[in-house]
């Protein structure tokens, strides 16, 4: 009733009410929370790393990791990341779709891997490393999860 009696009113509040939002930075998940956000940053590193020496790509990311024990699944990991160029194509660009927080200790990524032919999805879970962090705010994180497919209905229609 009100939009209907106040057309124009209500449409200018919404457009401002949308720029305002982007402004803000409201629709970027990693603005609001700054442990995202340099998690984001690792992650953007790593995805970069990917494509050129997947090796210390892989290496650099789970640094201080229990991951990085798993000898074995960490090769067989880096070896398919490997093919992902000749069989989906080059790498242009990466994109974060999601960011979500477990509490304060966890955090899951999922970014969009946009290759030539084909996107490839990559997952991220990150915990809080609490031999390492410090009462003063400074927080270690480590991988506990890192792994890719191409599941793109995974995203949702």
């Not at 069989?87 to 899951?108: C, F, H, N, P, T």
Request: aromatic residues 10%; proline residues 3%; charged residues 25%.
């Amino acid at each position: 009733m009100f939009c209907t009696r106040f057309g124009t009113h209500c449409v200018v509040l919404l457009a401002l009410l949308f720029s305002v939002g982007r402004a803000t930075g409201a629709d970027d998940p990693t603005s609001a929370d700054p442990v995202v956000a340099k998690l984001h940053d690792k992650v953007v590193r790593f995805l970069d790393g990917v494509s050129a020496d997947p090796n210390t790509a892989f290496n650099e990311l789970l640094l201080g990791s229990p991951l990085s024990e798993q000898k074995d699944s960490v090769r067989s990991l880096v070896d398919k990341s490997k093919e992902i160029a000749d069989r989906y194509g080059a790498v242009r660009e990466s994109e974060q779709v999601s960011a979500k927080r477990i509490g304060k200790d966890v955090v899951l990524l999922k970014c969009l891997y946009k290759c030539e032919k084909f996107p490839v999805l990559w997952y991220f879970a990150f915990y809080r490393d609490f031999s390492r962090s410090t009462t003063t705010g400074d927080d270690h994180w480590l991988v506990i999860s890192v792994r890719f497919d191409t599941a793109i209905e995974a995203l949702g229609y």
